[in-house]
Antibody
């Protein structure tokens, strides 16, 4: 069965960096786009980035463009989110999701807190 | 595309029918509209896509309808396990956007 497991969350100071990882299993990884979606405390869901199966093309929400970088390692069935210049408003649970039209499978999420 | 969900909170009894609305600020391409169920502490789960097609393993109590700018999720014969926040999402235009969610409470 499809499984997505995020890791790398934690507490970071404003202006700092963090790298999230998502390990996938149960499907042919390089055939699917992969996404990151976040949920800030008390808020709804926000798509922030996705990457094509080959890794050649990446898309970002305006709220993170220039600060976050999505990448993938198809040999190890993993997708990453490098988050730089973090702000308090980036505090959220970050979900990895497989993109196949809708987001058809999701991980349990990684909590990121940006605070001094 | 901005998606507006109503009501914000819905409180119903077991066995009743829930009707959740999602209205788009412009027409959603090809009925590229999905519904998700999100329980606290769990991964969101895809319920419906293409406005009315159920995802794998989703019981037939969950039904979707609508087109253009108006979509509806209907949950019949409510069960206590249906407690969750339900989100609509459009994937026909970039950026992909979500509604703000409807919280379903069971009395």
């Amino acid at each position: 069965q499809v499984q997505l497991v995020e890791s790398g969350g934690g507490l970071v100071k404003p202006g700092g960096s963090l790298r999230l990882s998502c390990e996938a299993s149960g499907f042919t990884f390089n055939e699917f786009f992969m996404s990151w979606i976040r949920q800030a405390p008390g808020q709804g869901l926000e798509w922030i980035s996705h990457i094509t199966g080959s890794g050649k093309t990446r898309y970002y929400a305006d709220s993170v463009k220039g600060r976050f970088t999505i990448s993938r390692d198809n040999a190890n069935n993993s997708v990453f989110l490098q988050m730089d210049s973090l702000r308090a408003e980036d505090t959220a649970i970050y979900y990895c999701a497989r993109l196949y039209g809708p987001f058809d499978y999701w991980g349990q999420g990684a909590r990121v807190t940006v605070s001094s | 595309i901005v998606l507006a969900q109503s009501p914000g909170t819905l409180s119903l009894s077991p066995g009743e029918r829930a009707t959740l609305s999602c209205r788009a600020s412009q027409s959603v391409d090809g009925n590229s509209l999905a519904w998700y169920q999100h329980k606290p502490g769990q991964a969101p789960r895809l319920l419906l896509y293409g406005a009315s097609s159920r995802a794998t393993g989703i019981p037939d109590r969950f039904n979707g309808s609508g087109s253009g700018t108006d979509f509806t999720l209907t949950i019949s014969r409510l069960e206590p396990e249906d407690i969750a926040v339900y989100y609509c999402q459009q994937f026909g235009s970039s950026p992909r956007t979500f509604g703000q969610g409807t919280k379903l409470e069971i009395k």
